[in-house]
């Protein structure tokens, strides 16, 4: 089972990320499921990289262990916006479909 772990901001922005464990929909390789959120994971820390007001740290643990934490100046914030959206709903897309493989967990915490 994958399960992804979203933090969202009070605005709803993205803040934090952690994906961990690996579906068992297939073989190893040619597991959809592990696939799909791999691609999602890999292509938001692209997105985001380098983005100019988007500071973004992260790390890799065992193999089926990704963690991301983001950071946006009123410059980044749209961009963020819109990454993030994408992110989540692809996310829970993937969720939908494959339910006894992936599970996503929402949780929104206010500015402090």
């Given at each position: 089972m994958v399960s992804v772990n979203v933090t969202l901001d009070g605005a709803g922005l993205l803040k934090r990320c952690h994906a961990c464990g690996h579906a068992g929909a297939g073989k190893r390789g040619s597991d959809l499921v592990c696939a799909a959120i791999s691609v999602l994971t890999r292509t938001l820390i692209r997105t985001l990289a380098d983005r100019r007001g988007i500071t973004i740290r992260g790390s890799v643990g065992?193999?089926?262990?990704?963690l991301l934490e983001v950071e946006a100046t009123p410059e980044g914030t749209p961009f963020l916006d819109g990454a993030g959206a994408f992110f989540v709903e692809g996310a829970l897309s993937v969720s939908a479909e494959f339910p006894d493989y992936c599970t996503v967990t929402i949780?929104?915490?206010?500015?402090?």
């Amino acid at each position: 089972m994958v399960s992804v772990n979203v933090t969202l901001d009070g605005a709803g922005l993205l803040k934090r990320c952690h994906a961990c464990g690996h579906a068992g929909a297939g073989k190893r390789g040619s597991d959809l499921v592990c696939a799909a959120i791999s691609v999602l994971t890999r292509t938001l820390i692209r997105t985001l990289a380098d983005r100019r007001g988007i500071t973004i740290r992260g790390s890799v643990g065992k193999p089926g262990d990704f963690l991301l934490e983001v950071e946006a100046t009123p410059e980044g914030t749209p961009f963020l916006d819109g990454a993030g959206a994408f992110f989540v709903e692809g996310a829970l897309s993937v969720s939908a479909e494959f339910p006894d493989y992936c599970t996503v967990t929402i949780e929104s915490r206010p500015e402090t």
